[in-house]
C-alpha cells in the first residue's frame, strides 16, 4: 500500500470519528476522570462542555486546512489564503489532501500520514470513543533488556494489551517498506518462557518472557 492509499484510508477513518466527537463534545462531562459524557441530570458542577472531544474535534479540524495549504504549495509553488473553519470547508480540504498528495514526494507523503494517524489516534482515546488500544511496554525478566525494534536499534517496542500488536514507538522510525514497524506478539510452540514478535516483513524476533 502506498502512503497516498494509507492517507485515503486514514482520512475516511478520522472523517467517522469526527462525526462521532462532534456529537461528543456540546454535551457535559459527568466525570472527567472517567471521560463519560452525562446524559441524564447530575448535581454539582460539571464541565459544561466534553472538553475531551472538543479538543481531539478542532485539532484535526484546523490540521486538516493546514495540510491542503502546505500541500498547495508544494504542488504548484504558490500559497493561497485558508479556507474558512466550516464542517463544509474542512471536508473540502480533506478532498483536497486526497488528490494532492498524489503530486508530493512519499517522503512528505509519510509526514502526512503520520500527523493523520495522530489525529486517529487522538479521538480514539476520547473516552466515549473508547476504541484505541491499551499499549505497554514489552516485558521481560528482571534485570534484562527488553528486545530492541530490529529497524531503529532502540528500546522503544510496545505492545497492545488486547490484540498483542506490537509496534515501534519512535516516531521515525520505518521498516524497509517506510512504514511504522509493526508484527505480532505470541509464545513460542517449543519454549514456554519464550516469546516471538513476529513482524510483517517475515522477519521474527525471539526474547525471554516474563512470568
Known amino acids: 500500500m502506498t502512503p497516498a492509499e494509507e492517507i485515503d484510508d486514514l482520512l475516511s477513518e478520522l472523517a467517522h470519528l469526527m462525526e462521532r466527537l462532534g456529537e461528543l463534545f456540546a454535551e457535559p462531562v459527568a466525570d472527567p476522570t472517567q471521560g463519560s459524557a452525562q446524559h441524564h441530570k447530575v448535581t454539582g458542577s460539571p464541565e459544561p462542555w466534553h472538553k475531551e472531544a472538543a479538543a481531539a474535534y478542532f485539532d484535526a479540524h484546523a490540521g486538516l486546512r493546514r495540510i ?103 516516531t521515525r522510525c520505518v521498516d524497509d517498506a517506510g512504514r511504522r514497524p509493526q508484527g505480532h506478539l505470541e509464545r513460542s510452540r517449543y519454549n514456554l518462557d519464550t516469546a516471538v514478535i513476529r513482524w510483517v516483513d517475515g522477519s521474527q524476533t525471539y526474547y525471554r518472557e516474563a512470568t
Open 68 to 170: 491542503e495549504g502546505d500541500l498547495i504549495y508544494v504542488v504548484s509553488g504558490a500559497s493561497r489564503p485558508g479556507r474558512p473553519g466550516s464542517d463544509v470547508h474542512t471536508r473540502a480540504a480533506s478532498a483536497a489532501i486526497r488528490r494532492l498528495v498524489r503530486g508530493v514526494p512519499d517522503e512528505l507523503a509519510r509526514i502526512v500520514r503520520d500527523e493523520l494517524a495522530r489525529w486517529v489516534e487522538a479521538a480514539k482515546q476520547v473516552g466515549d470513543i473508547g476504541e484505541a488500544e491499551r499499549w505497554a511496554p514489552i516485558h521481560v525478566p528482571r534485570g534484562q533488556l527488553p528486545p530492541a525494534c530490529p529497524h531503529c536499534g532502540t528500546f522503544s517496542l510496545r505492545v497492545a494489551v488486547e490484540s498483542r500488536r506490537v509496534m515501534c514507538w519512535l
